[in-house]
């Protein structure tokens, strides 16, 4: 019988696949690299982006913790300031509270305290989000905490693609990162995408337009970005032509990316997650406020979460986070003005 | 192959205990002349230390807080003493000495040693830019990975994850290093304390964890933070030893300190050493005269009498290592800042001081740009 010649496999993962596909892959890469989080090596992660790794790597290198998330966020200081290259899982973003001194002023600082002498490559990720009825402390998009603590890389993936490029770059960045993976994204079909088998980062940084438009600019990032995509989509039956912009990393931020579609459109609206106040879709309002004023023909506008917590049942949770009907009913009003 | 537990391997084994030492077979009934000398210089290099910027301060030639050490400096000598260069510490605000006293035996000018020298701290004190953080946080929170000391931040007991993590990825490499780290008895009370010696526990990692309980948290007293007789108690419920020294016996806390060392480099885990201490004076120079008030006078006078310096001339005497007039050459003991002089102290000691505050005077203030860099290593 003839050989049949090998076809290229063009096998679409999840974005979960994607994360764990980075892990092993980075474990493999450096062997000076070490996991720990709570039920990451028997268990495989709750969720199970951490399957596998313990066979392939043993117990030196995949540890499963102690319920201690401060402990957690501490010895992977102390192992990369040894060396050594740490991830390290929250189980659920909203955990990472319980570890907050550690990542904001023991970890966070190092460098600076330091004059350089140290660099922490340790990356903290963990499941975040709402939408899935995870109630108060399973719901959380607390990113803005760690932006306003200097010297933390903050990271937030919407696709497979960027979910393991990113996460490929943070962990070779050498700065800590605090990475924050959309649960309800974990094994979302939809976007199920190809991705390369050869090795890619996604550098930090470096926002993408995910639309093009030409009449008002969506700013956004992770699962609002889904939701920008569909209110442009309504908002293009109504003649209204938007441009999405996913920024993916809020530290650094691309503003270039956002200027350059605001002197196109003139018009931003920004959606988020996170409760309004104090929160990163001000802080982007902000700065196009500083620097981009002379672009701007209307009020720039913000989509969030309302400053309450996440309720657990389906209508309380639709009503605090930010719907498509919102960012459409705001992105109208911003395009009219 | 690596010492850490396999998953799902571990077995069920006894708390762990170090035996008490008989008298002669105490770590340092073996220190030779030459090293209770050595010894009985350093605590005078410690509290020389102490004075001195007390000193400094009245002169107007320094500013911030000072933290003293005064009367717990057997707790920094006895436990530095016997630690290998490979060794790793984590000083805290109180622990000043400890960063020129870290492998310093017999070699305080070598600047190859495994610690900071005179003028390295001097600078840190002073606030210039030869510090080796450049004078970018306070007091003790320097270190140096290359010289194994652990930079603290002001969260205490903070320091403790760090460490535990430092000796993990040590032995990772195949290395046999330990980790002591300094803490007061109030910080034994935060959750991190409980959470990093646990894990330390869990992986049988080489962590001592000193505890210089000198009675008083700041302006809160030991009863209040912790409800056991001793705070090394707190070890039994992690299965590890917890040891009591005699905080103003500097051969004391040698011998507890080398135990656990021992314990800790034959990868029998982790270990509590609670040096029993009393802070002579308040929690920080701004304090002196407030802690007169919070604190018993008779509890304060008893505490000072037992001076580690002339515990320490004591035992010289009886070992034979010092007689006559030299033994009564320099008498710094039971003595405040105000009352000691140079002539209080060996030479040597006063020389080298002099030597890093020269040093720290003339060092020049960082570049005030330099507040807005190394937030992020840059990778350009």
């Given amino acids: ?337 | 192959m690596s010492v850490i537990p396999t998953t799902g391997t571990a077995a069920f084994e006894p708390l762990a205990e170090i035996a008490e030492s008989t008298n002669d077979s105490r770590p340092s009934q073996l220190l030779t002349k030459e090293d209770c000398l050595e010894i009985f210089n350093q605590l005078y290099l410690a509290r020389y230390f102490d004075i001195r910027l007390i000193k400094e301060k009245k002169r107007g030639r320094l500013r911030g807080t000072l933290y003293s050490s005064h009367n717990q400096e057997a707790i920094l000598v006895g436990a530095l003493f016997g630690l290998k260069a490979t060794d790793w510490i984590s000083p805290i605000h109180r622990d000043m000495p400890a960063f020129f006293l870290k492998d310093s035996k017999f070699q305080w000018d070598d600047p190859t040693r495994s610690g900071m020298s005179i003028e390295e701290v001097c600078a840190q004190v002073w606030g210039k830019v030869d510090s080796p953080g450049r004078a970018r946080d306070n007091w003790s929170h320097i270190g140096s990975k290359s010289k194994r000391i652990i930079h603290s931040t002001s969260m205490l007991a903070g320091t403790i994850p760090v460490a535990a993590g430092v000796v993990y990825a040590d032995r990772m490499n195949g290395g046999d290093a330990v980790v002591l780290t300094f803490n007061g008895e109030g910080s034994t009370a935060q959750g991190i304390f409980h959470e990093a010696v646990n894990f330390a526990a869990v992986h049988k990692l080489p962590v001592v964890t000193i505890v210089e309980n000198n009675q008083w948290a700041y302006g809160t007293p030991v009863h209040m933070g912790c409800p056991t007789p001793d705070v090394a108690d707190r070890a039994h419920g992690y299965g590890i030893p917890g040891l009591v020294a005699d905080g103003q016996d500097v051969f004391d806390v040698y011998d507890k300190v080398m135990a656990a060392v021992e314990h800790a480099r034959s990868g029998k885990g982790p270990s509590i050493v609670e040096c029993k201490t009393f802070r002579a004076y308040g929690h920080g120079d701004h304090d002196d005269d407030r802690a007169m008030k919070y604190r018993p006078s008779e509890e304060i006078e008893k505490g000072r009498t037992r001076d580690p310096i002339a515990i320490c001339r004591e035992s010289l005497i009886e070992r034979g290592f010092l007689s006559g007039a030299e033994a009564e050459q320099y008498i710094a003991e039971r003595k405040s800042a105000s009352e000691a002089t140079n002539d209080d102290f060996p030479p040597v000691v006063v020389e080298y001081l002099n030597r890093g505050i020269e040093f720290a005077l003339n060092s020049p203030l960082p570049n005030a740009e330099e507040g807005a860099m190394w937030v992020f290593k840059e990778n350009a």
């Fill in chain 1, 1 to 337: 019988m003839a050989a049949i010649a090998a076809e290229p496999t063009l096998v679409k993962k999840n974005y979960l696949t994607a994360l764990r596909e980075a892990l092993i892959e980075e474990m493999r890469r450096n062997d000076q690299m070490i996991c720990q989080g709570e039920d990451i090596g028997m268990l495989g992660g709750a969720f199970g982006v951490t399957e596998g790794l313990l066979d392939e790597f043993g117990s030196t290198r995949v540890i499963d913790a102690p319920i201690a998330e401060a402990a957690i966020i501490g010895t992977a200081v102390g192992m990369a300031l040894n060396g050594k290259t740490v991830m390290a899982e929250m189980q659920f973003i909203d955990f990472i509270s319980c570890g907050f001194d550690q990542i904001v002023n023991m970890m966070a600082t190092y460098h600076y305290r330091t004059a350089g002498e140290v660099n922490l490559p340790v990356v903290v990720r963990g499941p975040a989000g709402g939408y899935g009825g995870g109630a108060l402390y399973h719901s959380q998009m607390n990113e803005a905490w760690f932006c306003h603590s200097p010297g933390l890389r903050v990271v937030v993936p919407s696709t497979p693609y960027d979910a393991k490029g990113l996460l490929k770059a943070a962990l070779r960045d050498g700065n800590p990162c605090i990475f924050f993976e959309i649960k309800e994204l974990y094994r979302k079909n939809e976007i199920a995408e190809v991705i390369p088998d050869e090795d890619y980062i996604v550098p930090l940084g470096q926002a993408v337009i995910r639309k093009e438009g030409t009449d008002i600019t969506f700013v956004s990032y992770g699962q609002s970005v889904y939701h920008c995509m569909s209110a442009a989509a309504e908002l293009e039956k109504l003649g209204v032509s938007a441009e999405v912009i996913d920024i993916r990393t809020l530290v650094p931020l691309d503003e270039e990316t956002i200027y350059k579609s605001l002197s196109k459109t003139n018009r931003v609206v920004v959606v988020n997650e996170a409760p309004m106040t104090c929160g990163f879709a001000g802080e982007i309002v902000a700065r196009i406020a500083n620097n981009a004023f002379n672009l701007l023909d209307a009020p720039p506008a913000r989509v969030t979460r309302l400053d309450t917590p996440v309720p657990w049942v389906k209508p309380l949770e639709l009503h605090v986070l930010p719907s498509v009907e919102k960012i459409v009913r705001v992105a109208l009003q911003t395009a009219k003005y």
